[in-house]
């Protein structure tokens, strides 16, 4: 069993940046995949980026270029650095994996 929680949201402004953390608990190590999605009010949760057990990552179009999905094993620990951010990344950001959803974190970017 795995839990998650996020940490690392905030308000900043247009052109910003925030590191998003994902710390988790259990059988980190057996977990490949891990994603992180966002849902903006009045609409669907969406995948933001992916990162293997390897390493190799995915970005939905939106944020390429502008956010990178890390993580470090030993910690157990996933990593969201946004940068060059803007206001339409307004969102309550998820860590997911393992089938386990964190509670979110609160990212708000004012223009």
């Known amino acids: 069993q795995v839990e998650l929680a996020e940490s690392g949201g905030g308000l900043v402004q247009a052109g910003g940046s925030l590191r998003l953390s994902c710390a988790a608990s259990?059988?980190?190590?057996?977990?490949?995949?891990m994603r992180w999605y966002r849902q903006a009010p009045g609409k669907q949760r969406e995948l933001v980026a992916a990162?293997?057990?390897?390493?190799?990552?995915n970005y939905v179009d939106s944020v390429k270029g502008r956010f990178t999905i890390s993580r470090d094993n030993v910690k157990k620990m996933v990593y969201l650095q946004m940068n060059s951010l803007k206001p339409e990344d307004t969102a309550v950001y998820y860590c997911?994996?393992?089938?386990?959803w964190g509670q979110g974190t609160q990212v708000t970017v004012s223009s």
């Open positions: 259990g059988r980190f190590f057996s977990i490949n995949l």
């Open positions: 997911f994996g393992g089938y386990a």
């Open positions: 990162i293997t057990g390897g390493g190799d990552t």
